[in-house]
C-alpha cells in the first residue's frame, strides 16, 4: 500500500475523542508528586543486602510503556547473570510489535478488549519469541528534534482504526498495513537487518545469538484468594490482551519467592499498584501506612515519608478484596534488583523505575515487602529462581 494513502487512511479513521489510557502515565506521575515529605531521604538510613547488575536507567516519556521498560531492562540483567555483555534493548520495539498483536486481537473480538498503550510484563517474553529484538540505538521510536516518546498523536489515531475495523461488516484485507503505516509515521520503519558490533543481524538473528535467552524459561505467578494454589489461572485485568495464565501462590509466598530469586542471583520484574498515597516517586519510599490515610491528621500526612513507620500485616482476604473493589489497580510495571534495611532492620526492596531519574534516588525507590506483599499484580521471572519445593508445587 503506497504510505501516504496509508496515513491519509489512518487519519481519516481518527476517533477524534482520546483513549482514557492515553495521558494515563502522565497523569499517574504529576498525581505523584503530591505524595512527598522534604525531609524522605535524611530520615531513612538504608543499608544494601543485595544488588544485583542491572543497566542505566531510561524514561519512557509520555507512553504507557512502562511494562515494556521494566520488561527488557529484566532481560538486560538477565544478559548480566548469564555472563554476558548487557545490551540495551529496544522497548519501542516491544511495543510496536506488541500494538500489531494486540490490534489483531481487538478486531478478532470484534472491539470487545481494551486498547490503549497497556501491557504486560510477559509481552515482552511473547515479542522476543515471535519478532525477536533489536539494540535501543537501532530503533529508538523517536523522530529528528524528539528526545522523549510522546504518543499522545498516535494512540487516538490507532484506536481509530481498530474501533472502525471492528464495526464493520467485513475486515478488509488492508488494514493492518494502514494500522502499520500510522506507527511508521510516528516511530519509524523497523529495519529488516542492522549492523551490531561489526556484524550484521535481523531482529531473529539479533535475539537469538547476542541476547540468547529462551522465553519458555520464565513464569508469571501472582497471588489470589479466590483461585485455587498451585494452578495457573487467567489474570482478568485489561492489559492481559492475550488472555495469559498465571501461577496462583500464596501471599507470603509472593515476596519468600523474590527473596530466594535475589539470593541466588535472579531479578525480578513486577507489575504493581502504585496509585497509593503511601506511594511516593519524589521520595523513593513504598510502605503500607498502619492507619488509613482518610484517618491521618495534617501532621501524619506531612510526614508520611520522613522516615521508617510501622506497617499493619495484610491478609489474603484483605489482597483480594482490595483487587476486587479497584483500590488495587494494575499501574505499573518495575523492575526488582536488589535489597537493603533500614536503620531498623525492616528489609525493601530495591526497585528499579524507568520515570527517569528525577527522583531522591536516582530512578529507583525502596518499597517494603509488606506493599508487595499487598499491591503485587504479578511477578515474572526464571523458573530456575523457584526453589525445588516451589517448582513442584507449580508442577514446573
Given at each position: 500500500?503506497?504510505?501516504?494513502?496509508?496515513?491519509?487512511?489512518?487519519?481519516?479513521?481518527?476517533?477524534?475523542?482520546?483513549?482514557?489510557?492515553?495521558?494515563?502515565?502522565?497523569?499517574?506521575?504529576?498525581?505523584?508528586?503530591?505524595?512527598?515529605?522534604?525531609?524522605?531521604?535524611?530520615?531513612?538510613?538504608?543499608?544494601?543486602?543485595?544488588?544485583?547488575?542491572?543497566?542505566?536507567?531510561?524514561?519512557?516519556?509520555?507512553?504507557?510503556?512502562?511494562?515494556?521498560?521494566?520488561?527488557?531492562?529484566?532481560?538486560?540483567?538477565?544478559?548480566?547473570?548469564?555472563?554476558?555483555?548487557?545490551?540495551?534493548?529496544?522497548?519501542?520495539?516491544?511495543?510496536?510489535?506488541t500494538?500489531?498483536?494486540?490490534?489483531?486481537?481487538y478486531?478478532?473480538?470484534?472491539?470487545?478488549?481494551?486498547?490503549?498503550?497497556?501491557?504486560?510484563?510477559?509481552?515482552?517474553?511473547?515479542?522476543?519469541?515471535?519478532?525477536?529484538?533489536v539494540?535501543?540505538?537501532?530503533?529508538?521510536?523517536?523522530?529528528?528534534?524528539?528526545?522523549?516518546n510522546?504518543?499522545?498523536?498516535?494512540?487516538?489515531?490507532?484506536?481509530?482504526?481498530?474501533?472502525?475495523?471492528?464495526?464493520?461488516?467485513?475486515?478488509?484485507?488492508?488494514?493492518?498495513?494502514a494500522f502499520?503505516?500510522?506507527?511508521?509515521?510516528?516511530?519509524?520503519?523497523?529495519?529488516?537487518?542492522?549492523?551490531?558490533?561489526?556484524?550484521?543481524?535481523?531482529?531473529?538473528?539479533?535475539?537469538?545469538?547476542?541476547?540468547?535467552?529462551?522465553?519458555?524459561?520464565?513464569?508469571?505467578?501472582?497471588?489470589?484468594?479466590?483461585?485455587?494454589?498451585?494452578?495457573?489461572?487467567?489474570?482478568?485485568?485489561?492489559?492481559?490482551w492475550?488472555?495469559?495464565?498465571?501461577?496462583?501462590?500464596?501471599?507470603?509466598?509472593?515476596?519468600?519467592?523474590?527473596?530466594?530469586?535475589?539470593?541466588?542471583g535472579?531479578t525480578?520484574?513486577?507489575?504493581?499498584?502504585?496509585?497509593e498515597?503511601?506511594?511516593?516517586?519524589?521520595n523513593?519510599?513504598?510502605?503500607?501506612?498502619?492507619?488509613?490515610?482518610?484517618?491521618?491528621?495534617?501532621?501524619?500526612?506531612?510526614?508520611?515519608?520522613?522516615?521508617?513507620k510501622?506497617?499493619?500485616?495484610?491478609?489474603?482476604?484483605?489482597?483480594?478484596?482490595?483487587?476486587?473493589?479497584?483500590?488495587?489497580?494494575?499501574?505499573?510495571?518495575?523492575?526488582?534488583?536488589?535489597?537493603?534495611?533500614?536503620?531498623?532492620?525492616?528489609e525493601?526492596?530495591?526497585?528499579?523505575n524507568?520515570w527517569?531519574?528525577?527522583?531522591?534516588?536516582?530512578?529507583?525507590?525502596?518499597?517494603?515487602k509488606?506493599?508487595?506483599?499487598?499491591?503485587?499484580?504479578?511477578?515474572?521471572?526464571?523458573?530456575?529462581a523457584?526453589?525445588?519445593?516451589?517448582?513442584?508445587?507449580?508442577?514446573?
Amino acid at each position: 500500500m503506497n504510505w501516504n494513502k496509508s496515513i491519509f487512511l489512518a487519519a481519516a479513521l481518527f476517533v477524534a475523542a482520546a483513549p482514557a489510557s492515553l495521558h494515563a502515565q502522565d497523569n499517574l506521575i504529576n498525581a505523584l508528586k503530591n505524595n512527598v515529605s522534604d525531609n524522605s531521604k535524611e530520615g531513612f538510613k538504608f543499608t544494601e543486602i543485595i544488588n544485583l547488575g542491572n543497566t542505566s536507567i531510561k524514561d519512557q516519556g509520555s507512553s504507557g510503556t512502562c511494562w515494556s521498560y521494566s520488561g527488557n531492562s529484566f532481560l538486560e540483567s538477565e544478559m548480566v547473570r548469564m555472563g554476558k555483555q548487557p545490551v540495551d534493548i529496544s522497548p519501542i520495539f516491544t511495543a510496536r510489535n506488541t500494538y500489531i498483536e494486540k490490534a489483531k486481537n481487538y478486531v478478532r473480538l470484534h472491539g470487545q478488549q481494551a486498547q490503549g498503550d497497556g501491557g504486560q510484563l510477559h509481552d515482552v517474553l511473547t515479542i522476543f519469541r515471535k519478532y525477536g529484538a533489536v539494540p535501543h540505538d537501532v530503533y529508538t521510536g523517536l523522530q529528528p528534534g524528539q528526545t522523549r516518546n510522546n504518543f499522545a498523536e498516535m494512540a487516538p489515531i490507532l484506536q481509530g482504526i481498530t474501533e472502525t475495523i471492528a464495526k464493520s461488516k467485513k475486515p478488509s484485507a488492508n488494514w493492518l498495513a494502514a494500522f502499520t503505516a500510522a506507527m511508521d509515521a510516528y516511530l519509524g520503519e523497523v529495519p529488516t537487518s542492522f549492523q551490531y558490533n561489526g556484524k550484521t543481524y535481523t531482529p531473529r538473528t539479533f535475539a537469538d545469538d547476542v541476547i540468547g535467552i529462551n522465553p519458555d524459561d520464565y513464569v508469571g505467578i501472582s497471588s489470589f484468594e479466590e483461585h485455587a494454589y498451585y494452578k495457573p489461572f487467567v489474570l482478568l485485568i485489561p492489559d492481559n490482551w492475550s488472555f495469559e495464565r498465571f501461577y496462583n501462590v500464596k501471599i507470603n509466598e509472593i515476596t519468600e519467592i523474590i527473596d530466594n530469586a535475589l539470593q541466588n542471583g535472579y531479578t525480578v520484574a513486577w507489575a504493581t499498584d502504585v496509585s497509593e498515597k503511601s506511594f511516593s516517586w519524589k521520595n523513593g519510599v513504598a510502605y503500607v501506612p498502619e492507619k488509613p490515610i482518610e484517618q491521618m491528621t495534617k501532621e501524619e500526612l506531612d510526614n508520611m515519608f520522613n522516615g521508617p513507620k510501622p506497617e499493619p500485616t495484610v491478609t489474603a482476604a484483605q489482597r483480594q478484596e482490595a483487587f476486587d473493589n479497584y483500590t488495587t489497580t494494575d499501574d505499573h510495571g518495575m523492575h526488582i534488583v536488589g535489597l537493603v534495611k533500614d536503620q531498623h532492620g525492616k528489609e525493601y526492596y530495591i526497585v528499579k523505575n524507568s520515570w527517569g531519574e528525577s527522583n531522591d534516588y536516582k530512578g529507583y525507590l525502596y518499597a517494603t515487602k509488606e506493599y508487595v506483599r499487598y499491591k503485587t499484580i504479578s511477578i515474572l521471572l526464571h523458573k530456575k529462581a523457584l526453589t525445588k519445593n516451589m517448582q513442584a508445587k507449580l508442577g514446573l
